[in-house]
């Protein structure tokens, strides 16, 4: 019998028809698609863990997964194997030979999500499943300014969703941009880890902040309160895409 | 009874699911969406006359209509009053008072579209449905002085498709611009008018010129033979969206 590899994969979905990363019983995940390709490929009921558990309509550029194998299918092969058997919103962009010790999750070093805005009186035909709606005017230098409060390492208690089970709610950003383009904004948002709905409830703060609905330090203020009422809405998930998780360089090769 | 007046509608629209801008008599179009949706509110069948009759698949961000009614809506509430209405792969992001005189279509003053290119080993995943996959790498700088070759001026008789209608096939190219953005390629062009597929089979010749498969001066080789068989091929339609529609000042107000 072969030996068993272990193989990295980086996968890039359109979340809108999924109702999430993380398999389920009764509703499509995104897990459960590559688990079905591999199954259709190798023979391998194989366990496919991913480096996060995007909630549903949540999507991906470069979302981070890693599988054990015994077949003989070389490494860099799964993706364009594992696409002809994937439906086309979910996409294999690149797999490689991993170290049999390698965690997509828990190796991971760094996480980069953008968050889109369409800022519009009317909602995007287009990018209606990509960007969020907001129609009162932003202003996106009151929002830039503000983000720059939460750079460093803080206690986020005051950004984690009610039902998160972390230990510890210190985390530390070290990329909060953002930038606009016509009706347009873009934020990008680059730490180590994040607490659930970390990244949505501050996109909904900046935008609150953007409306004039929340003060221009409200994140400086809420990171020191750490109550979760001092800040805005959780933004809506399908503003959200994973751009890329980073491991240390020896992992990624 | 109330006086009739013309409005100008801008529309923006995902394709997708559209087997184009015109009315069809079984498929589903853009304009009996926007007639249905004028039906329901106002009470009238009145026909939208679009200034470009997009293919299936072809997108929107600044598509130019018009339609004469004798409701007393003011002319600037049509927006929001047609969104409600319309599915929300359309949407009304303009809408004025024009003069009786104004034709979307054939007072046209330019149009610009956006060709989108897909540059990867792999589809999108995301961006599948507005982006057209290339799998081999693109020689982007090379693409982007070929484009020089159709500015000013020409007979485009060979970039016609074998449909086309038109007298002449004389047209003018005011802008050929062409960006990379990571695996995106990005071809923007503006003229007066565009014969049928005109802007598909220069990106699809792009394509050819990028990949090696046509020699870098084909397009202007092409202009000087007329011949269709000496240019690349059409490229898709979900690549092609409709950016803008200009006219003269005094209509646009």
Not at 89 to 100: F, H, I, K, M, Q
Not at 115 to 131: E, F, G, T, V
Not at 180 to 190: F, N, P
């Amino acid at each position: 019998m072969r030996e068993s590899r272990r193989i990295m994969l980086t996968v890039s979905y359109d979340g809108t028809a999924y109702a999430g990363w993380q398999r389920q019983l009764n509703a499509p995940s995104v897990q459960a698609a590559l688990e079905r390709a591999l199954l259709s490929l190798t023979g391998e009921a194989a366990a496919v863990t991913g480096a996060s558990r995007t909630d549903a309509g949540v999507h991906a550029l470069g979302q981070a997964a890693h599988f054990d194998t015994r077949s003989s299918i070389p490494a860099e092969k799964f993706s364009f194997a594992l696409n002809t058997r994937l439906p086309d919103d979910v996409r294999v962009v690149d797999a490689r030979l991993a170290a049999p010790d390698f965690h997509a999750r828990y190796g991971a070093r760094g996480k980069t999500y953008r968050y889109q805005i369409h800022n519009s009186p009317h909602a995007s035909a287009l990018y209606r499943h990509q960007r969020a709606h907001v129609i009162p005017t932003l202003d996106a230098a009151l929002m830039r300014n503000a983000g720059r409060d939460v750079l460093g390492e803080h206690d986020f208690r005051a950004f984690a969703a009610a039902g998160c089970e972390a230990k510890s709610t210190v985390r530390e950003i070290t990329e909060a941009g953002l930038r606009r383009d016509g009706e347009l904004i873009e934020l990008t948002v680059s730490g180590r880890s994040f607490l659930y709905n970390m990244v949505r409830i501050l996109a909904g703060s900046l935008i609150y902040i953007g409306m004039g609905k929340l003060p221009p330090d409200a994140l400086a203020a809420a990171l020191r309160s750490g109550n979760r009422l001092d800040l805005g809405f959780t933004a809506p998930a399908h503003g959200l895409t994973l751009m890329k998780v980073r491991y240390t360089a020896h992992e990624e090769n």
